[in-house]
């Protein structure tokens, strides 16, 4: 049973949007923070967004501010990650990850400890 | 450009020790995590906050911080270490991450 799985990806063009989801089982979910990093092909990871456990704090990357969106819903076990006005640049491979550092009870750590397997998004005429 | 800062290529001998390391300012206040990239396949965690070594992950992997530097040492470098790995890290304002340029590591 794969922990993390990212679904949602696809070809798109410019300015569309598309809305990816990360369905968790088999682990705590509801007790820790989510992010979303992506990767485009060839390149380095990049980081993209955070959501607190219960959702409360969300933060993003300055490159997708204002496009992109994240949003969990707890009693599925499930983040979001909704985008709008896609870019070319946006292509890349999206990779759920939990965070293991950032808890319902403190959030100093640094442990992206759960990675999905990635879903690929293409933002192409 | 990342706020982390990592060199592009490492080569080691077979069964040598190679240290990878990881700058930047954000480093002296937030610990460092560590992953290893395989062509084709997730990152997967090999250190989390600066030295802690996930259950599952070879002991010849080790972490270490020091001012400005995180730093990954692989003591005994085998074949199946060679990848790509990648340092992160919060960012100064403490609510952002950013990952390092990412250093491919060559076993010879």
């Known amino acids: 049973q794969v922990p993390l799985v990212e679904s949602g990806g696809g070809v798109v063009q410019p300015g569309r949007s598309l809305r990816l989801s990360c369905a968790a089982s088999?682990?705590?979910?509801?007790?820790?923070?989510m992010h979303w990093v992506r990767q485009a092909p060839g390149k380095g990871l990049e980081w993209v967004a955070v959501?607190?456990?219960?959702?409360?704090?969300?933060y993003s990357a300055d490159s997708v501010k204002g496009r992109f969106s994240i949003s969990r819903d707890n009693s599925k076990n499930t983040v979001f990650l909704q985008m709008n006005s896609l870019r070319a640049e946006d292509t890349a491979t999206y990779y759920c990850?939990?965070?293991?550092?950032?808890?319902?009870?403190?959030?100093?750590?640094?442990?992206?400890?759960?990675w999905g397997q990635g879903t690929m998004v293409v933002v192409s005429s | 450009s990342s706020e982390l800062t990592q060199d592009p290529a490492v080569s080691v001998a077979l069964g040598q020790t190679v240290r990878i390391t990881c700058q930047g300012d954000?480093?002296?206040?937030?610990?460092a995590g560590w992953f290893q990239q395989k062509p084709g396949q997730a990152p997967v965690i090999v250190i989390y906050?600066?030295?802690i070594r996930p259950s599952g992950i070879a002991d010849r992997f080790s972490g270490s911080s020091s001012g400005n530097t995180a730093s990954l040492t692989i003591t005994g470098a085998q074949a199946e270490d060679e990848a790509d790995y990648y340092c992160?890290?919060?960012?100064?304002?403490?609510?952002?991450?950013?990952f390092g340029g990412g250093t491919k590591l060559t076993v010879l």
């Open positions: 088999g682990l705590t979910f509801s007790s820790y923070a």
């Open positions: 954000s480093l002296r206040t937030y610990y």
């Open positions: 992160n890290s919060r960012d100064r304002s403490g609510n952002h991450w950013v």
């Open positions: 959501i607190s456990f219960d959702g409360s704090h969300k």
């Open positions: 990850a939990r965070d293991l550092g950032c808890s319902n009870i403190s959030c100093h750590g640094n442990a992206f400890d759960i």
């Open positions: 906050d600066e030295n």
